[in-house]
């Protein structure tokens, strides 16, 4: 269902101003191998006066070729926020007998479950990300517009350092941390920079540097709750062995391979 959304937003031209960026795009695109649930996208210049509406009429026609009855619509936001929400729904069960016709499993999903996509674009990005462009075959050949692995990158560790997790800390960041790290992935240092001065966490008038960056990162380990952590991103993962290491110490040594990349 992401790919068919991926695909009718392609052919619909909203790559033409947006990137698609986030755990979703890492996992399709590069393979990580927990599920995301959300399609996060960032417009390539700010435009806060942005509406993806215009964008529905050939995205449900997309949607339909492919027998799917959904429901797309825009949430309301009741503050100002940078970031324009939208969603897709349908019936679990239909869409579950429509890929999948030989599964029984779908014989004990209730009939009035509902599974529910949410896209968010971002309308005011932080400056000096990079793009590059992407295509997959399925469900029909088509185009993305991406954000480049190190600027990828640069959006996770801003998430590892920013995040606000209030009482319930999102492991996943660390799970795709230790994914970008064990691909020797370079960090955008320039649009990670951008990325916390815009969120208030680092100030304008200072540079940041790889030491600085693994600093931040280093100090936020320390505050972490490991157990909690792992606990939020066991549903997502299929080896949860993985989690065992997990501790403060054992993401302060990995982050002294951090390397910067430069063009």
């Known amino acids: 269902m992401q790919e068919i959304v991926l695909c009718g937003l392609s052919r619909a031209g909203f790559f033409k101003k947006a990137a698609f960026y986030g755990g979703t795009a890492l996992r399709i695109f590069y393979g990580l191998d927990r599920f995301s ?8 210049a700010v435009d806060e006066d942005f509406d993806i509406t215009p964008y529905f009429p050939i995205l449900q026609k997309e949607i339909a070729a492919f027998n799917l009855r959904v429901q797309l619509g825009v949430t309301d936001k009741t503050k100002s926020s940078q970031i324009r929400s939208a969603f897709l729904k349908g019936n679990t069960k239909e869409h579950l007998l429509l890929f999948y016709p030989e599964d029984v499993e779908a014989d004990h999903v209730p009939a009035n479950e509902v599974i529910k996509i949410k896209f968010e674009i971002d309308v005011n ?18 185009e993305v517009n991406l954000y480049d692995e190190a600027s990828l990158f640069a959006g996770k560790i801003h998430a590892v350092i ?3 997790w209030r009482n319930r800390i999102k492991g996943r ?6 994914f970008y790290l064990s691909r ?14 815009q ?8 540079m940041l540097t790889l030491d600085g960056v693994k600093q931040l ?18 549903p997502f993962i299929k080896n949860t062995t993985l989690l065992n290491l997990w501790s403060a110490d054992f993401f302060q040594q990995i982050t002294a391979e951090l390397k910067e990349h430069r063009t």
């Not at 649930?37 to 390539?44: A, K, R, V």
């Not at 990005?125 to 088509?142: G, I, N, V």
């Open 199 to 206: 969120s208030g966490h680092f100030a304008d008038t200072q």
């Open 125 to 142: 990005p932080p400056s000096y990300a990079t793009f590059e462009r992407k295509y997959r075959l399925l469900p029909l050949p088509y």
């Open 37 to 44: 649930e959300d399609l996060d996208f960032s417009l390539m």
């Open 162 to 164: 920013g995040r606000s």
């Open 217 to 234: 990162l280093c100090e936020r380990f320390t505050k972490i709750d490991f157990e909690q952590a792992k606990a939020d991103v066991l």
């Open 173 to 178: 960041d660390l799970y795709d941390y230790v």
């Open 184 to 197: 020797n992935t370079e960090v955008n240092i320039r649009h990670l920079q951008a990325r916390l001065i």
